[in-house]
């Protein structure tokens, strides 16, 4: 008797690329170092290995940009936004191997754009310290980035597994989450992010548990009303048949049936995060000097009131917009996409 099975087709590279699992690994190896070179830069400055570990960020960032324009191609809005945002990754994973001057150090204070000094060319001018804007900018968005998807990142966490087990679970816990996220969410955002850094001190992983703080409940309820509307799916009563743990069900089941909504959000409230730690930042409760930064660049711009030394200002504030806009258009995009399906 002949077997006529037909042998499973083989997929192609981008096929297999576009995997969740490989999606999942290009984003890690494309997230991870950046962040190990902006939190633990001096350990690995000590070791010698600091510009080593972003090298496999940098294929991977060119790879995920391809991959999402290839999927993203029923969408301009989208494709749009992730070209802005992909930019700024770019350049914040390669910006160590660039021939660029050193951010930090002084050489001519106020040159406007276009200056010549020996056989340097300050093509967007130096401030008030006389260092370079050019490098300045492109070594700024590192700090921003890695805080900001930290702190977003931190807060999906936090807000998803309390809003799975409110809408979930419900009963006495749905309550009692509900409870305390109305109370957290009665405060304005900027407020609370002000009383937590006051009381907790100015740095980077201080904004990581305000944002945590401020963004979790918000979270917690869109994942909640998402939970409570697919927990009566059938696929959801075939995992309770099986007898699998609530836990499971809710992580495996559950979760990934309603990523759309929560990647939409995400997307929004990456740009809102970048808004508030530039915002913090200008008001000197942010991130800390002397690293390059576009909210401290803002800062230090604001106190010049002088016309022609505007490019200071306009220089981080075009950069702080252009990522942004990245965001919120990548989101509008995405919803665009998930309304056509």
Same mark, same amino acid.
């Given at each position: 008797m002949t077997d006529t099975t037909m042998p499973a087709p083989r997929l192609s590279l981008t096929q297999r690329l576009k995997r969740p699992r490989a999606l999942i690994v290009l984003s890690l190896l494309m997230v991870i170092p950046l962040i190990a070179y902006v939190m633990f830069g001096e350990p690995l400055a000590r070791a010698g290995i600091r510009e080593i570990v972003l090298i496999p960020a940098i294929p991977a960032t060119l790879i995920l940009y391809a991959l999402a324009m290839a999927s993203w191609r029923e969408s301009w809005v989208a494709i749009l936004g992730g070209t802005l945002v992909f930019f700024w990754v770019f350049v914040a994973v390669s910006v160590p191997f660039l021939p660029l001057l050193d951010p930090n150090k002084p050489i001519r *204070?106020?040159?406007? *754009? !276009? #200056? +010549?000094? !020996? %056989?340097? #060319?300050?093509?967007l001018g130096t401030d008030l310290k006389g260092r370079d804007m050019l490098s300045r900018m492109l070594w700024g968005c590192? @700090?921003?980035l890695v805080w900001g998807v930290t702190a977003t990142a931190v807060a999906y966490v936090v807000g998803c597994i309390f809003g799975l087990i409110a809408g979930?679970?419900? !009963?006495?816990? %749905? +309550?009692?989450?509900?409870?305390?996220?109305?109370? &957290? /969410?009665s405060f304005p955002v900027m407020v609370l992010f002000i009383l937590i850094l006051n009381y907790l001190g100015p740095s980077g992983f201080n904004i990581v548990i305000a944002v945590t703080f401020a963004s979790a409940p918000a979270i917690m309820r869109i994942v909640r009303g998402l939970a409570l509307d697919n927990k009566t799916r059938d696929y959801v009563f075939a995992a309770q048949t099986r007898g699998e743990h609530p836990f499971r069900i809710m992580?495996? +089941? &559950? /979760? *990934?049936?309603?990523r759309g909504p929560i990647i939409? %959000?995400?997307? &929004? @409230?990456l740009g809102y995060t970048t808004v508030a730690i530039t915002t913090l930042t200008f008001l000197g409760l942010g991130l800390q000097p002397p690293d390059a930064d576009w909210g401290l660049m803002i800062k230090e711009a604001s106190n010049l009131m002088v016309w022609q030394f505007s490019y200071m200002l306009l220089i981080p504030a075009l950069a702080v917009s252009s990522l942004i806009l990245g965001f919120n258009l990548m989101a509008d995009g995405l919803r665009e996409m998930s309304l056509r399906d």
């Amino acid at each position: 008797m002949t077997d006529t099975t037909m042998p499973a087709p083989r997929l192609s590279l981008t096929q297999r690329l576009k995997r969740p699992r490989a999606l999942i690994v290009l984003s890690l190896l494309m997230v991870i170092p950046l962040i190990a070179y902006v939190m633990f830069g001096e350990p690995l400055a000590r070791a010698g290995i600091r510009e080593i570990v972003l090298i496999p960020a940098i294929p991977a960032t060119l790879i995920l940009y391809a991959l999402a324009m290839a999927s993203w191609r029923e969408s301009w809005v989208a494709i749009l936004g992730g070209t802005l945002v992909f930019f700024w990754v770019f350049v914040a994973v390669s910006v160590p191997f660039l021939p660029l001057l050193d951010p930090n150090k002084p050489i001519r *204070p106020f040159a406007p *754009p !276009g #200056t +010549e000094v !020996g %056989d340097i #060319t300050f093509w967007l001018g130096t401030d008030l310290k006389g260092r370079d804007m050019l490098s300045r900018m492109l070594w700024g968005c590192q @700090r921003v980035l890695v805080w900001g998807v930290t702190a977003t990142a931190v807060a999906y966490v936090v807000g998803c597994i309390f809003g799975l087990i409110a809408g979930y679970i419900s !009963g006495i816990w %749905d +309550e009692i989450i509900s409870f305390i996220s109305n109370v &957290l /969410l009665s405060f304005p955002v900027m407020v609370l992010f002000i009383l937590i850094l006051n009381y907790l001190g100015p740095s980077g992983f201080n904004i990581v548990i305000a944002v945590t703080f401020a963004s979790a409940p918000a979270i917690m309820r869109i994942v909640r009303g998402l939970a409570l509307d697919n927990k009566t799916r059938d696929y959801v009563f075939a995992a309770q048949t099986r007898g699998e743990h609530p836990f499971r069900i809710m992580v495996v +089941e &559950l /979760l *990934p049936n309603v990523r759309g909504p929560i990647i939409v %959000d995400a997307c &929004l @409230r990456l740009g809102y995060t970048t808004v508030a730690i530039t915002t913090l930042t200008f008001l000197g409760l942010g991130l800390q000097p002397p690293d390059a930064d576009w909210g401290l660049m803002i800062k230090e711009a604001s106190n010049l009131m002088v016309w022609q030394f505007s490019y200071m200002l306009l220089i981080p504030a075009l950069a702080v917009s252009s990522l942004i806009l990245g965001f919120n258009l990548m989101a509008d995009g995405l919803r665009e996409m998930s309304l056509r399906d």
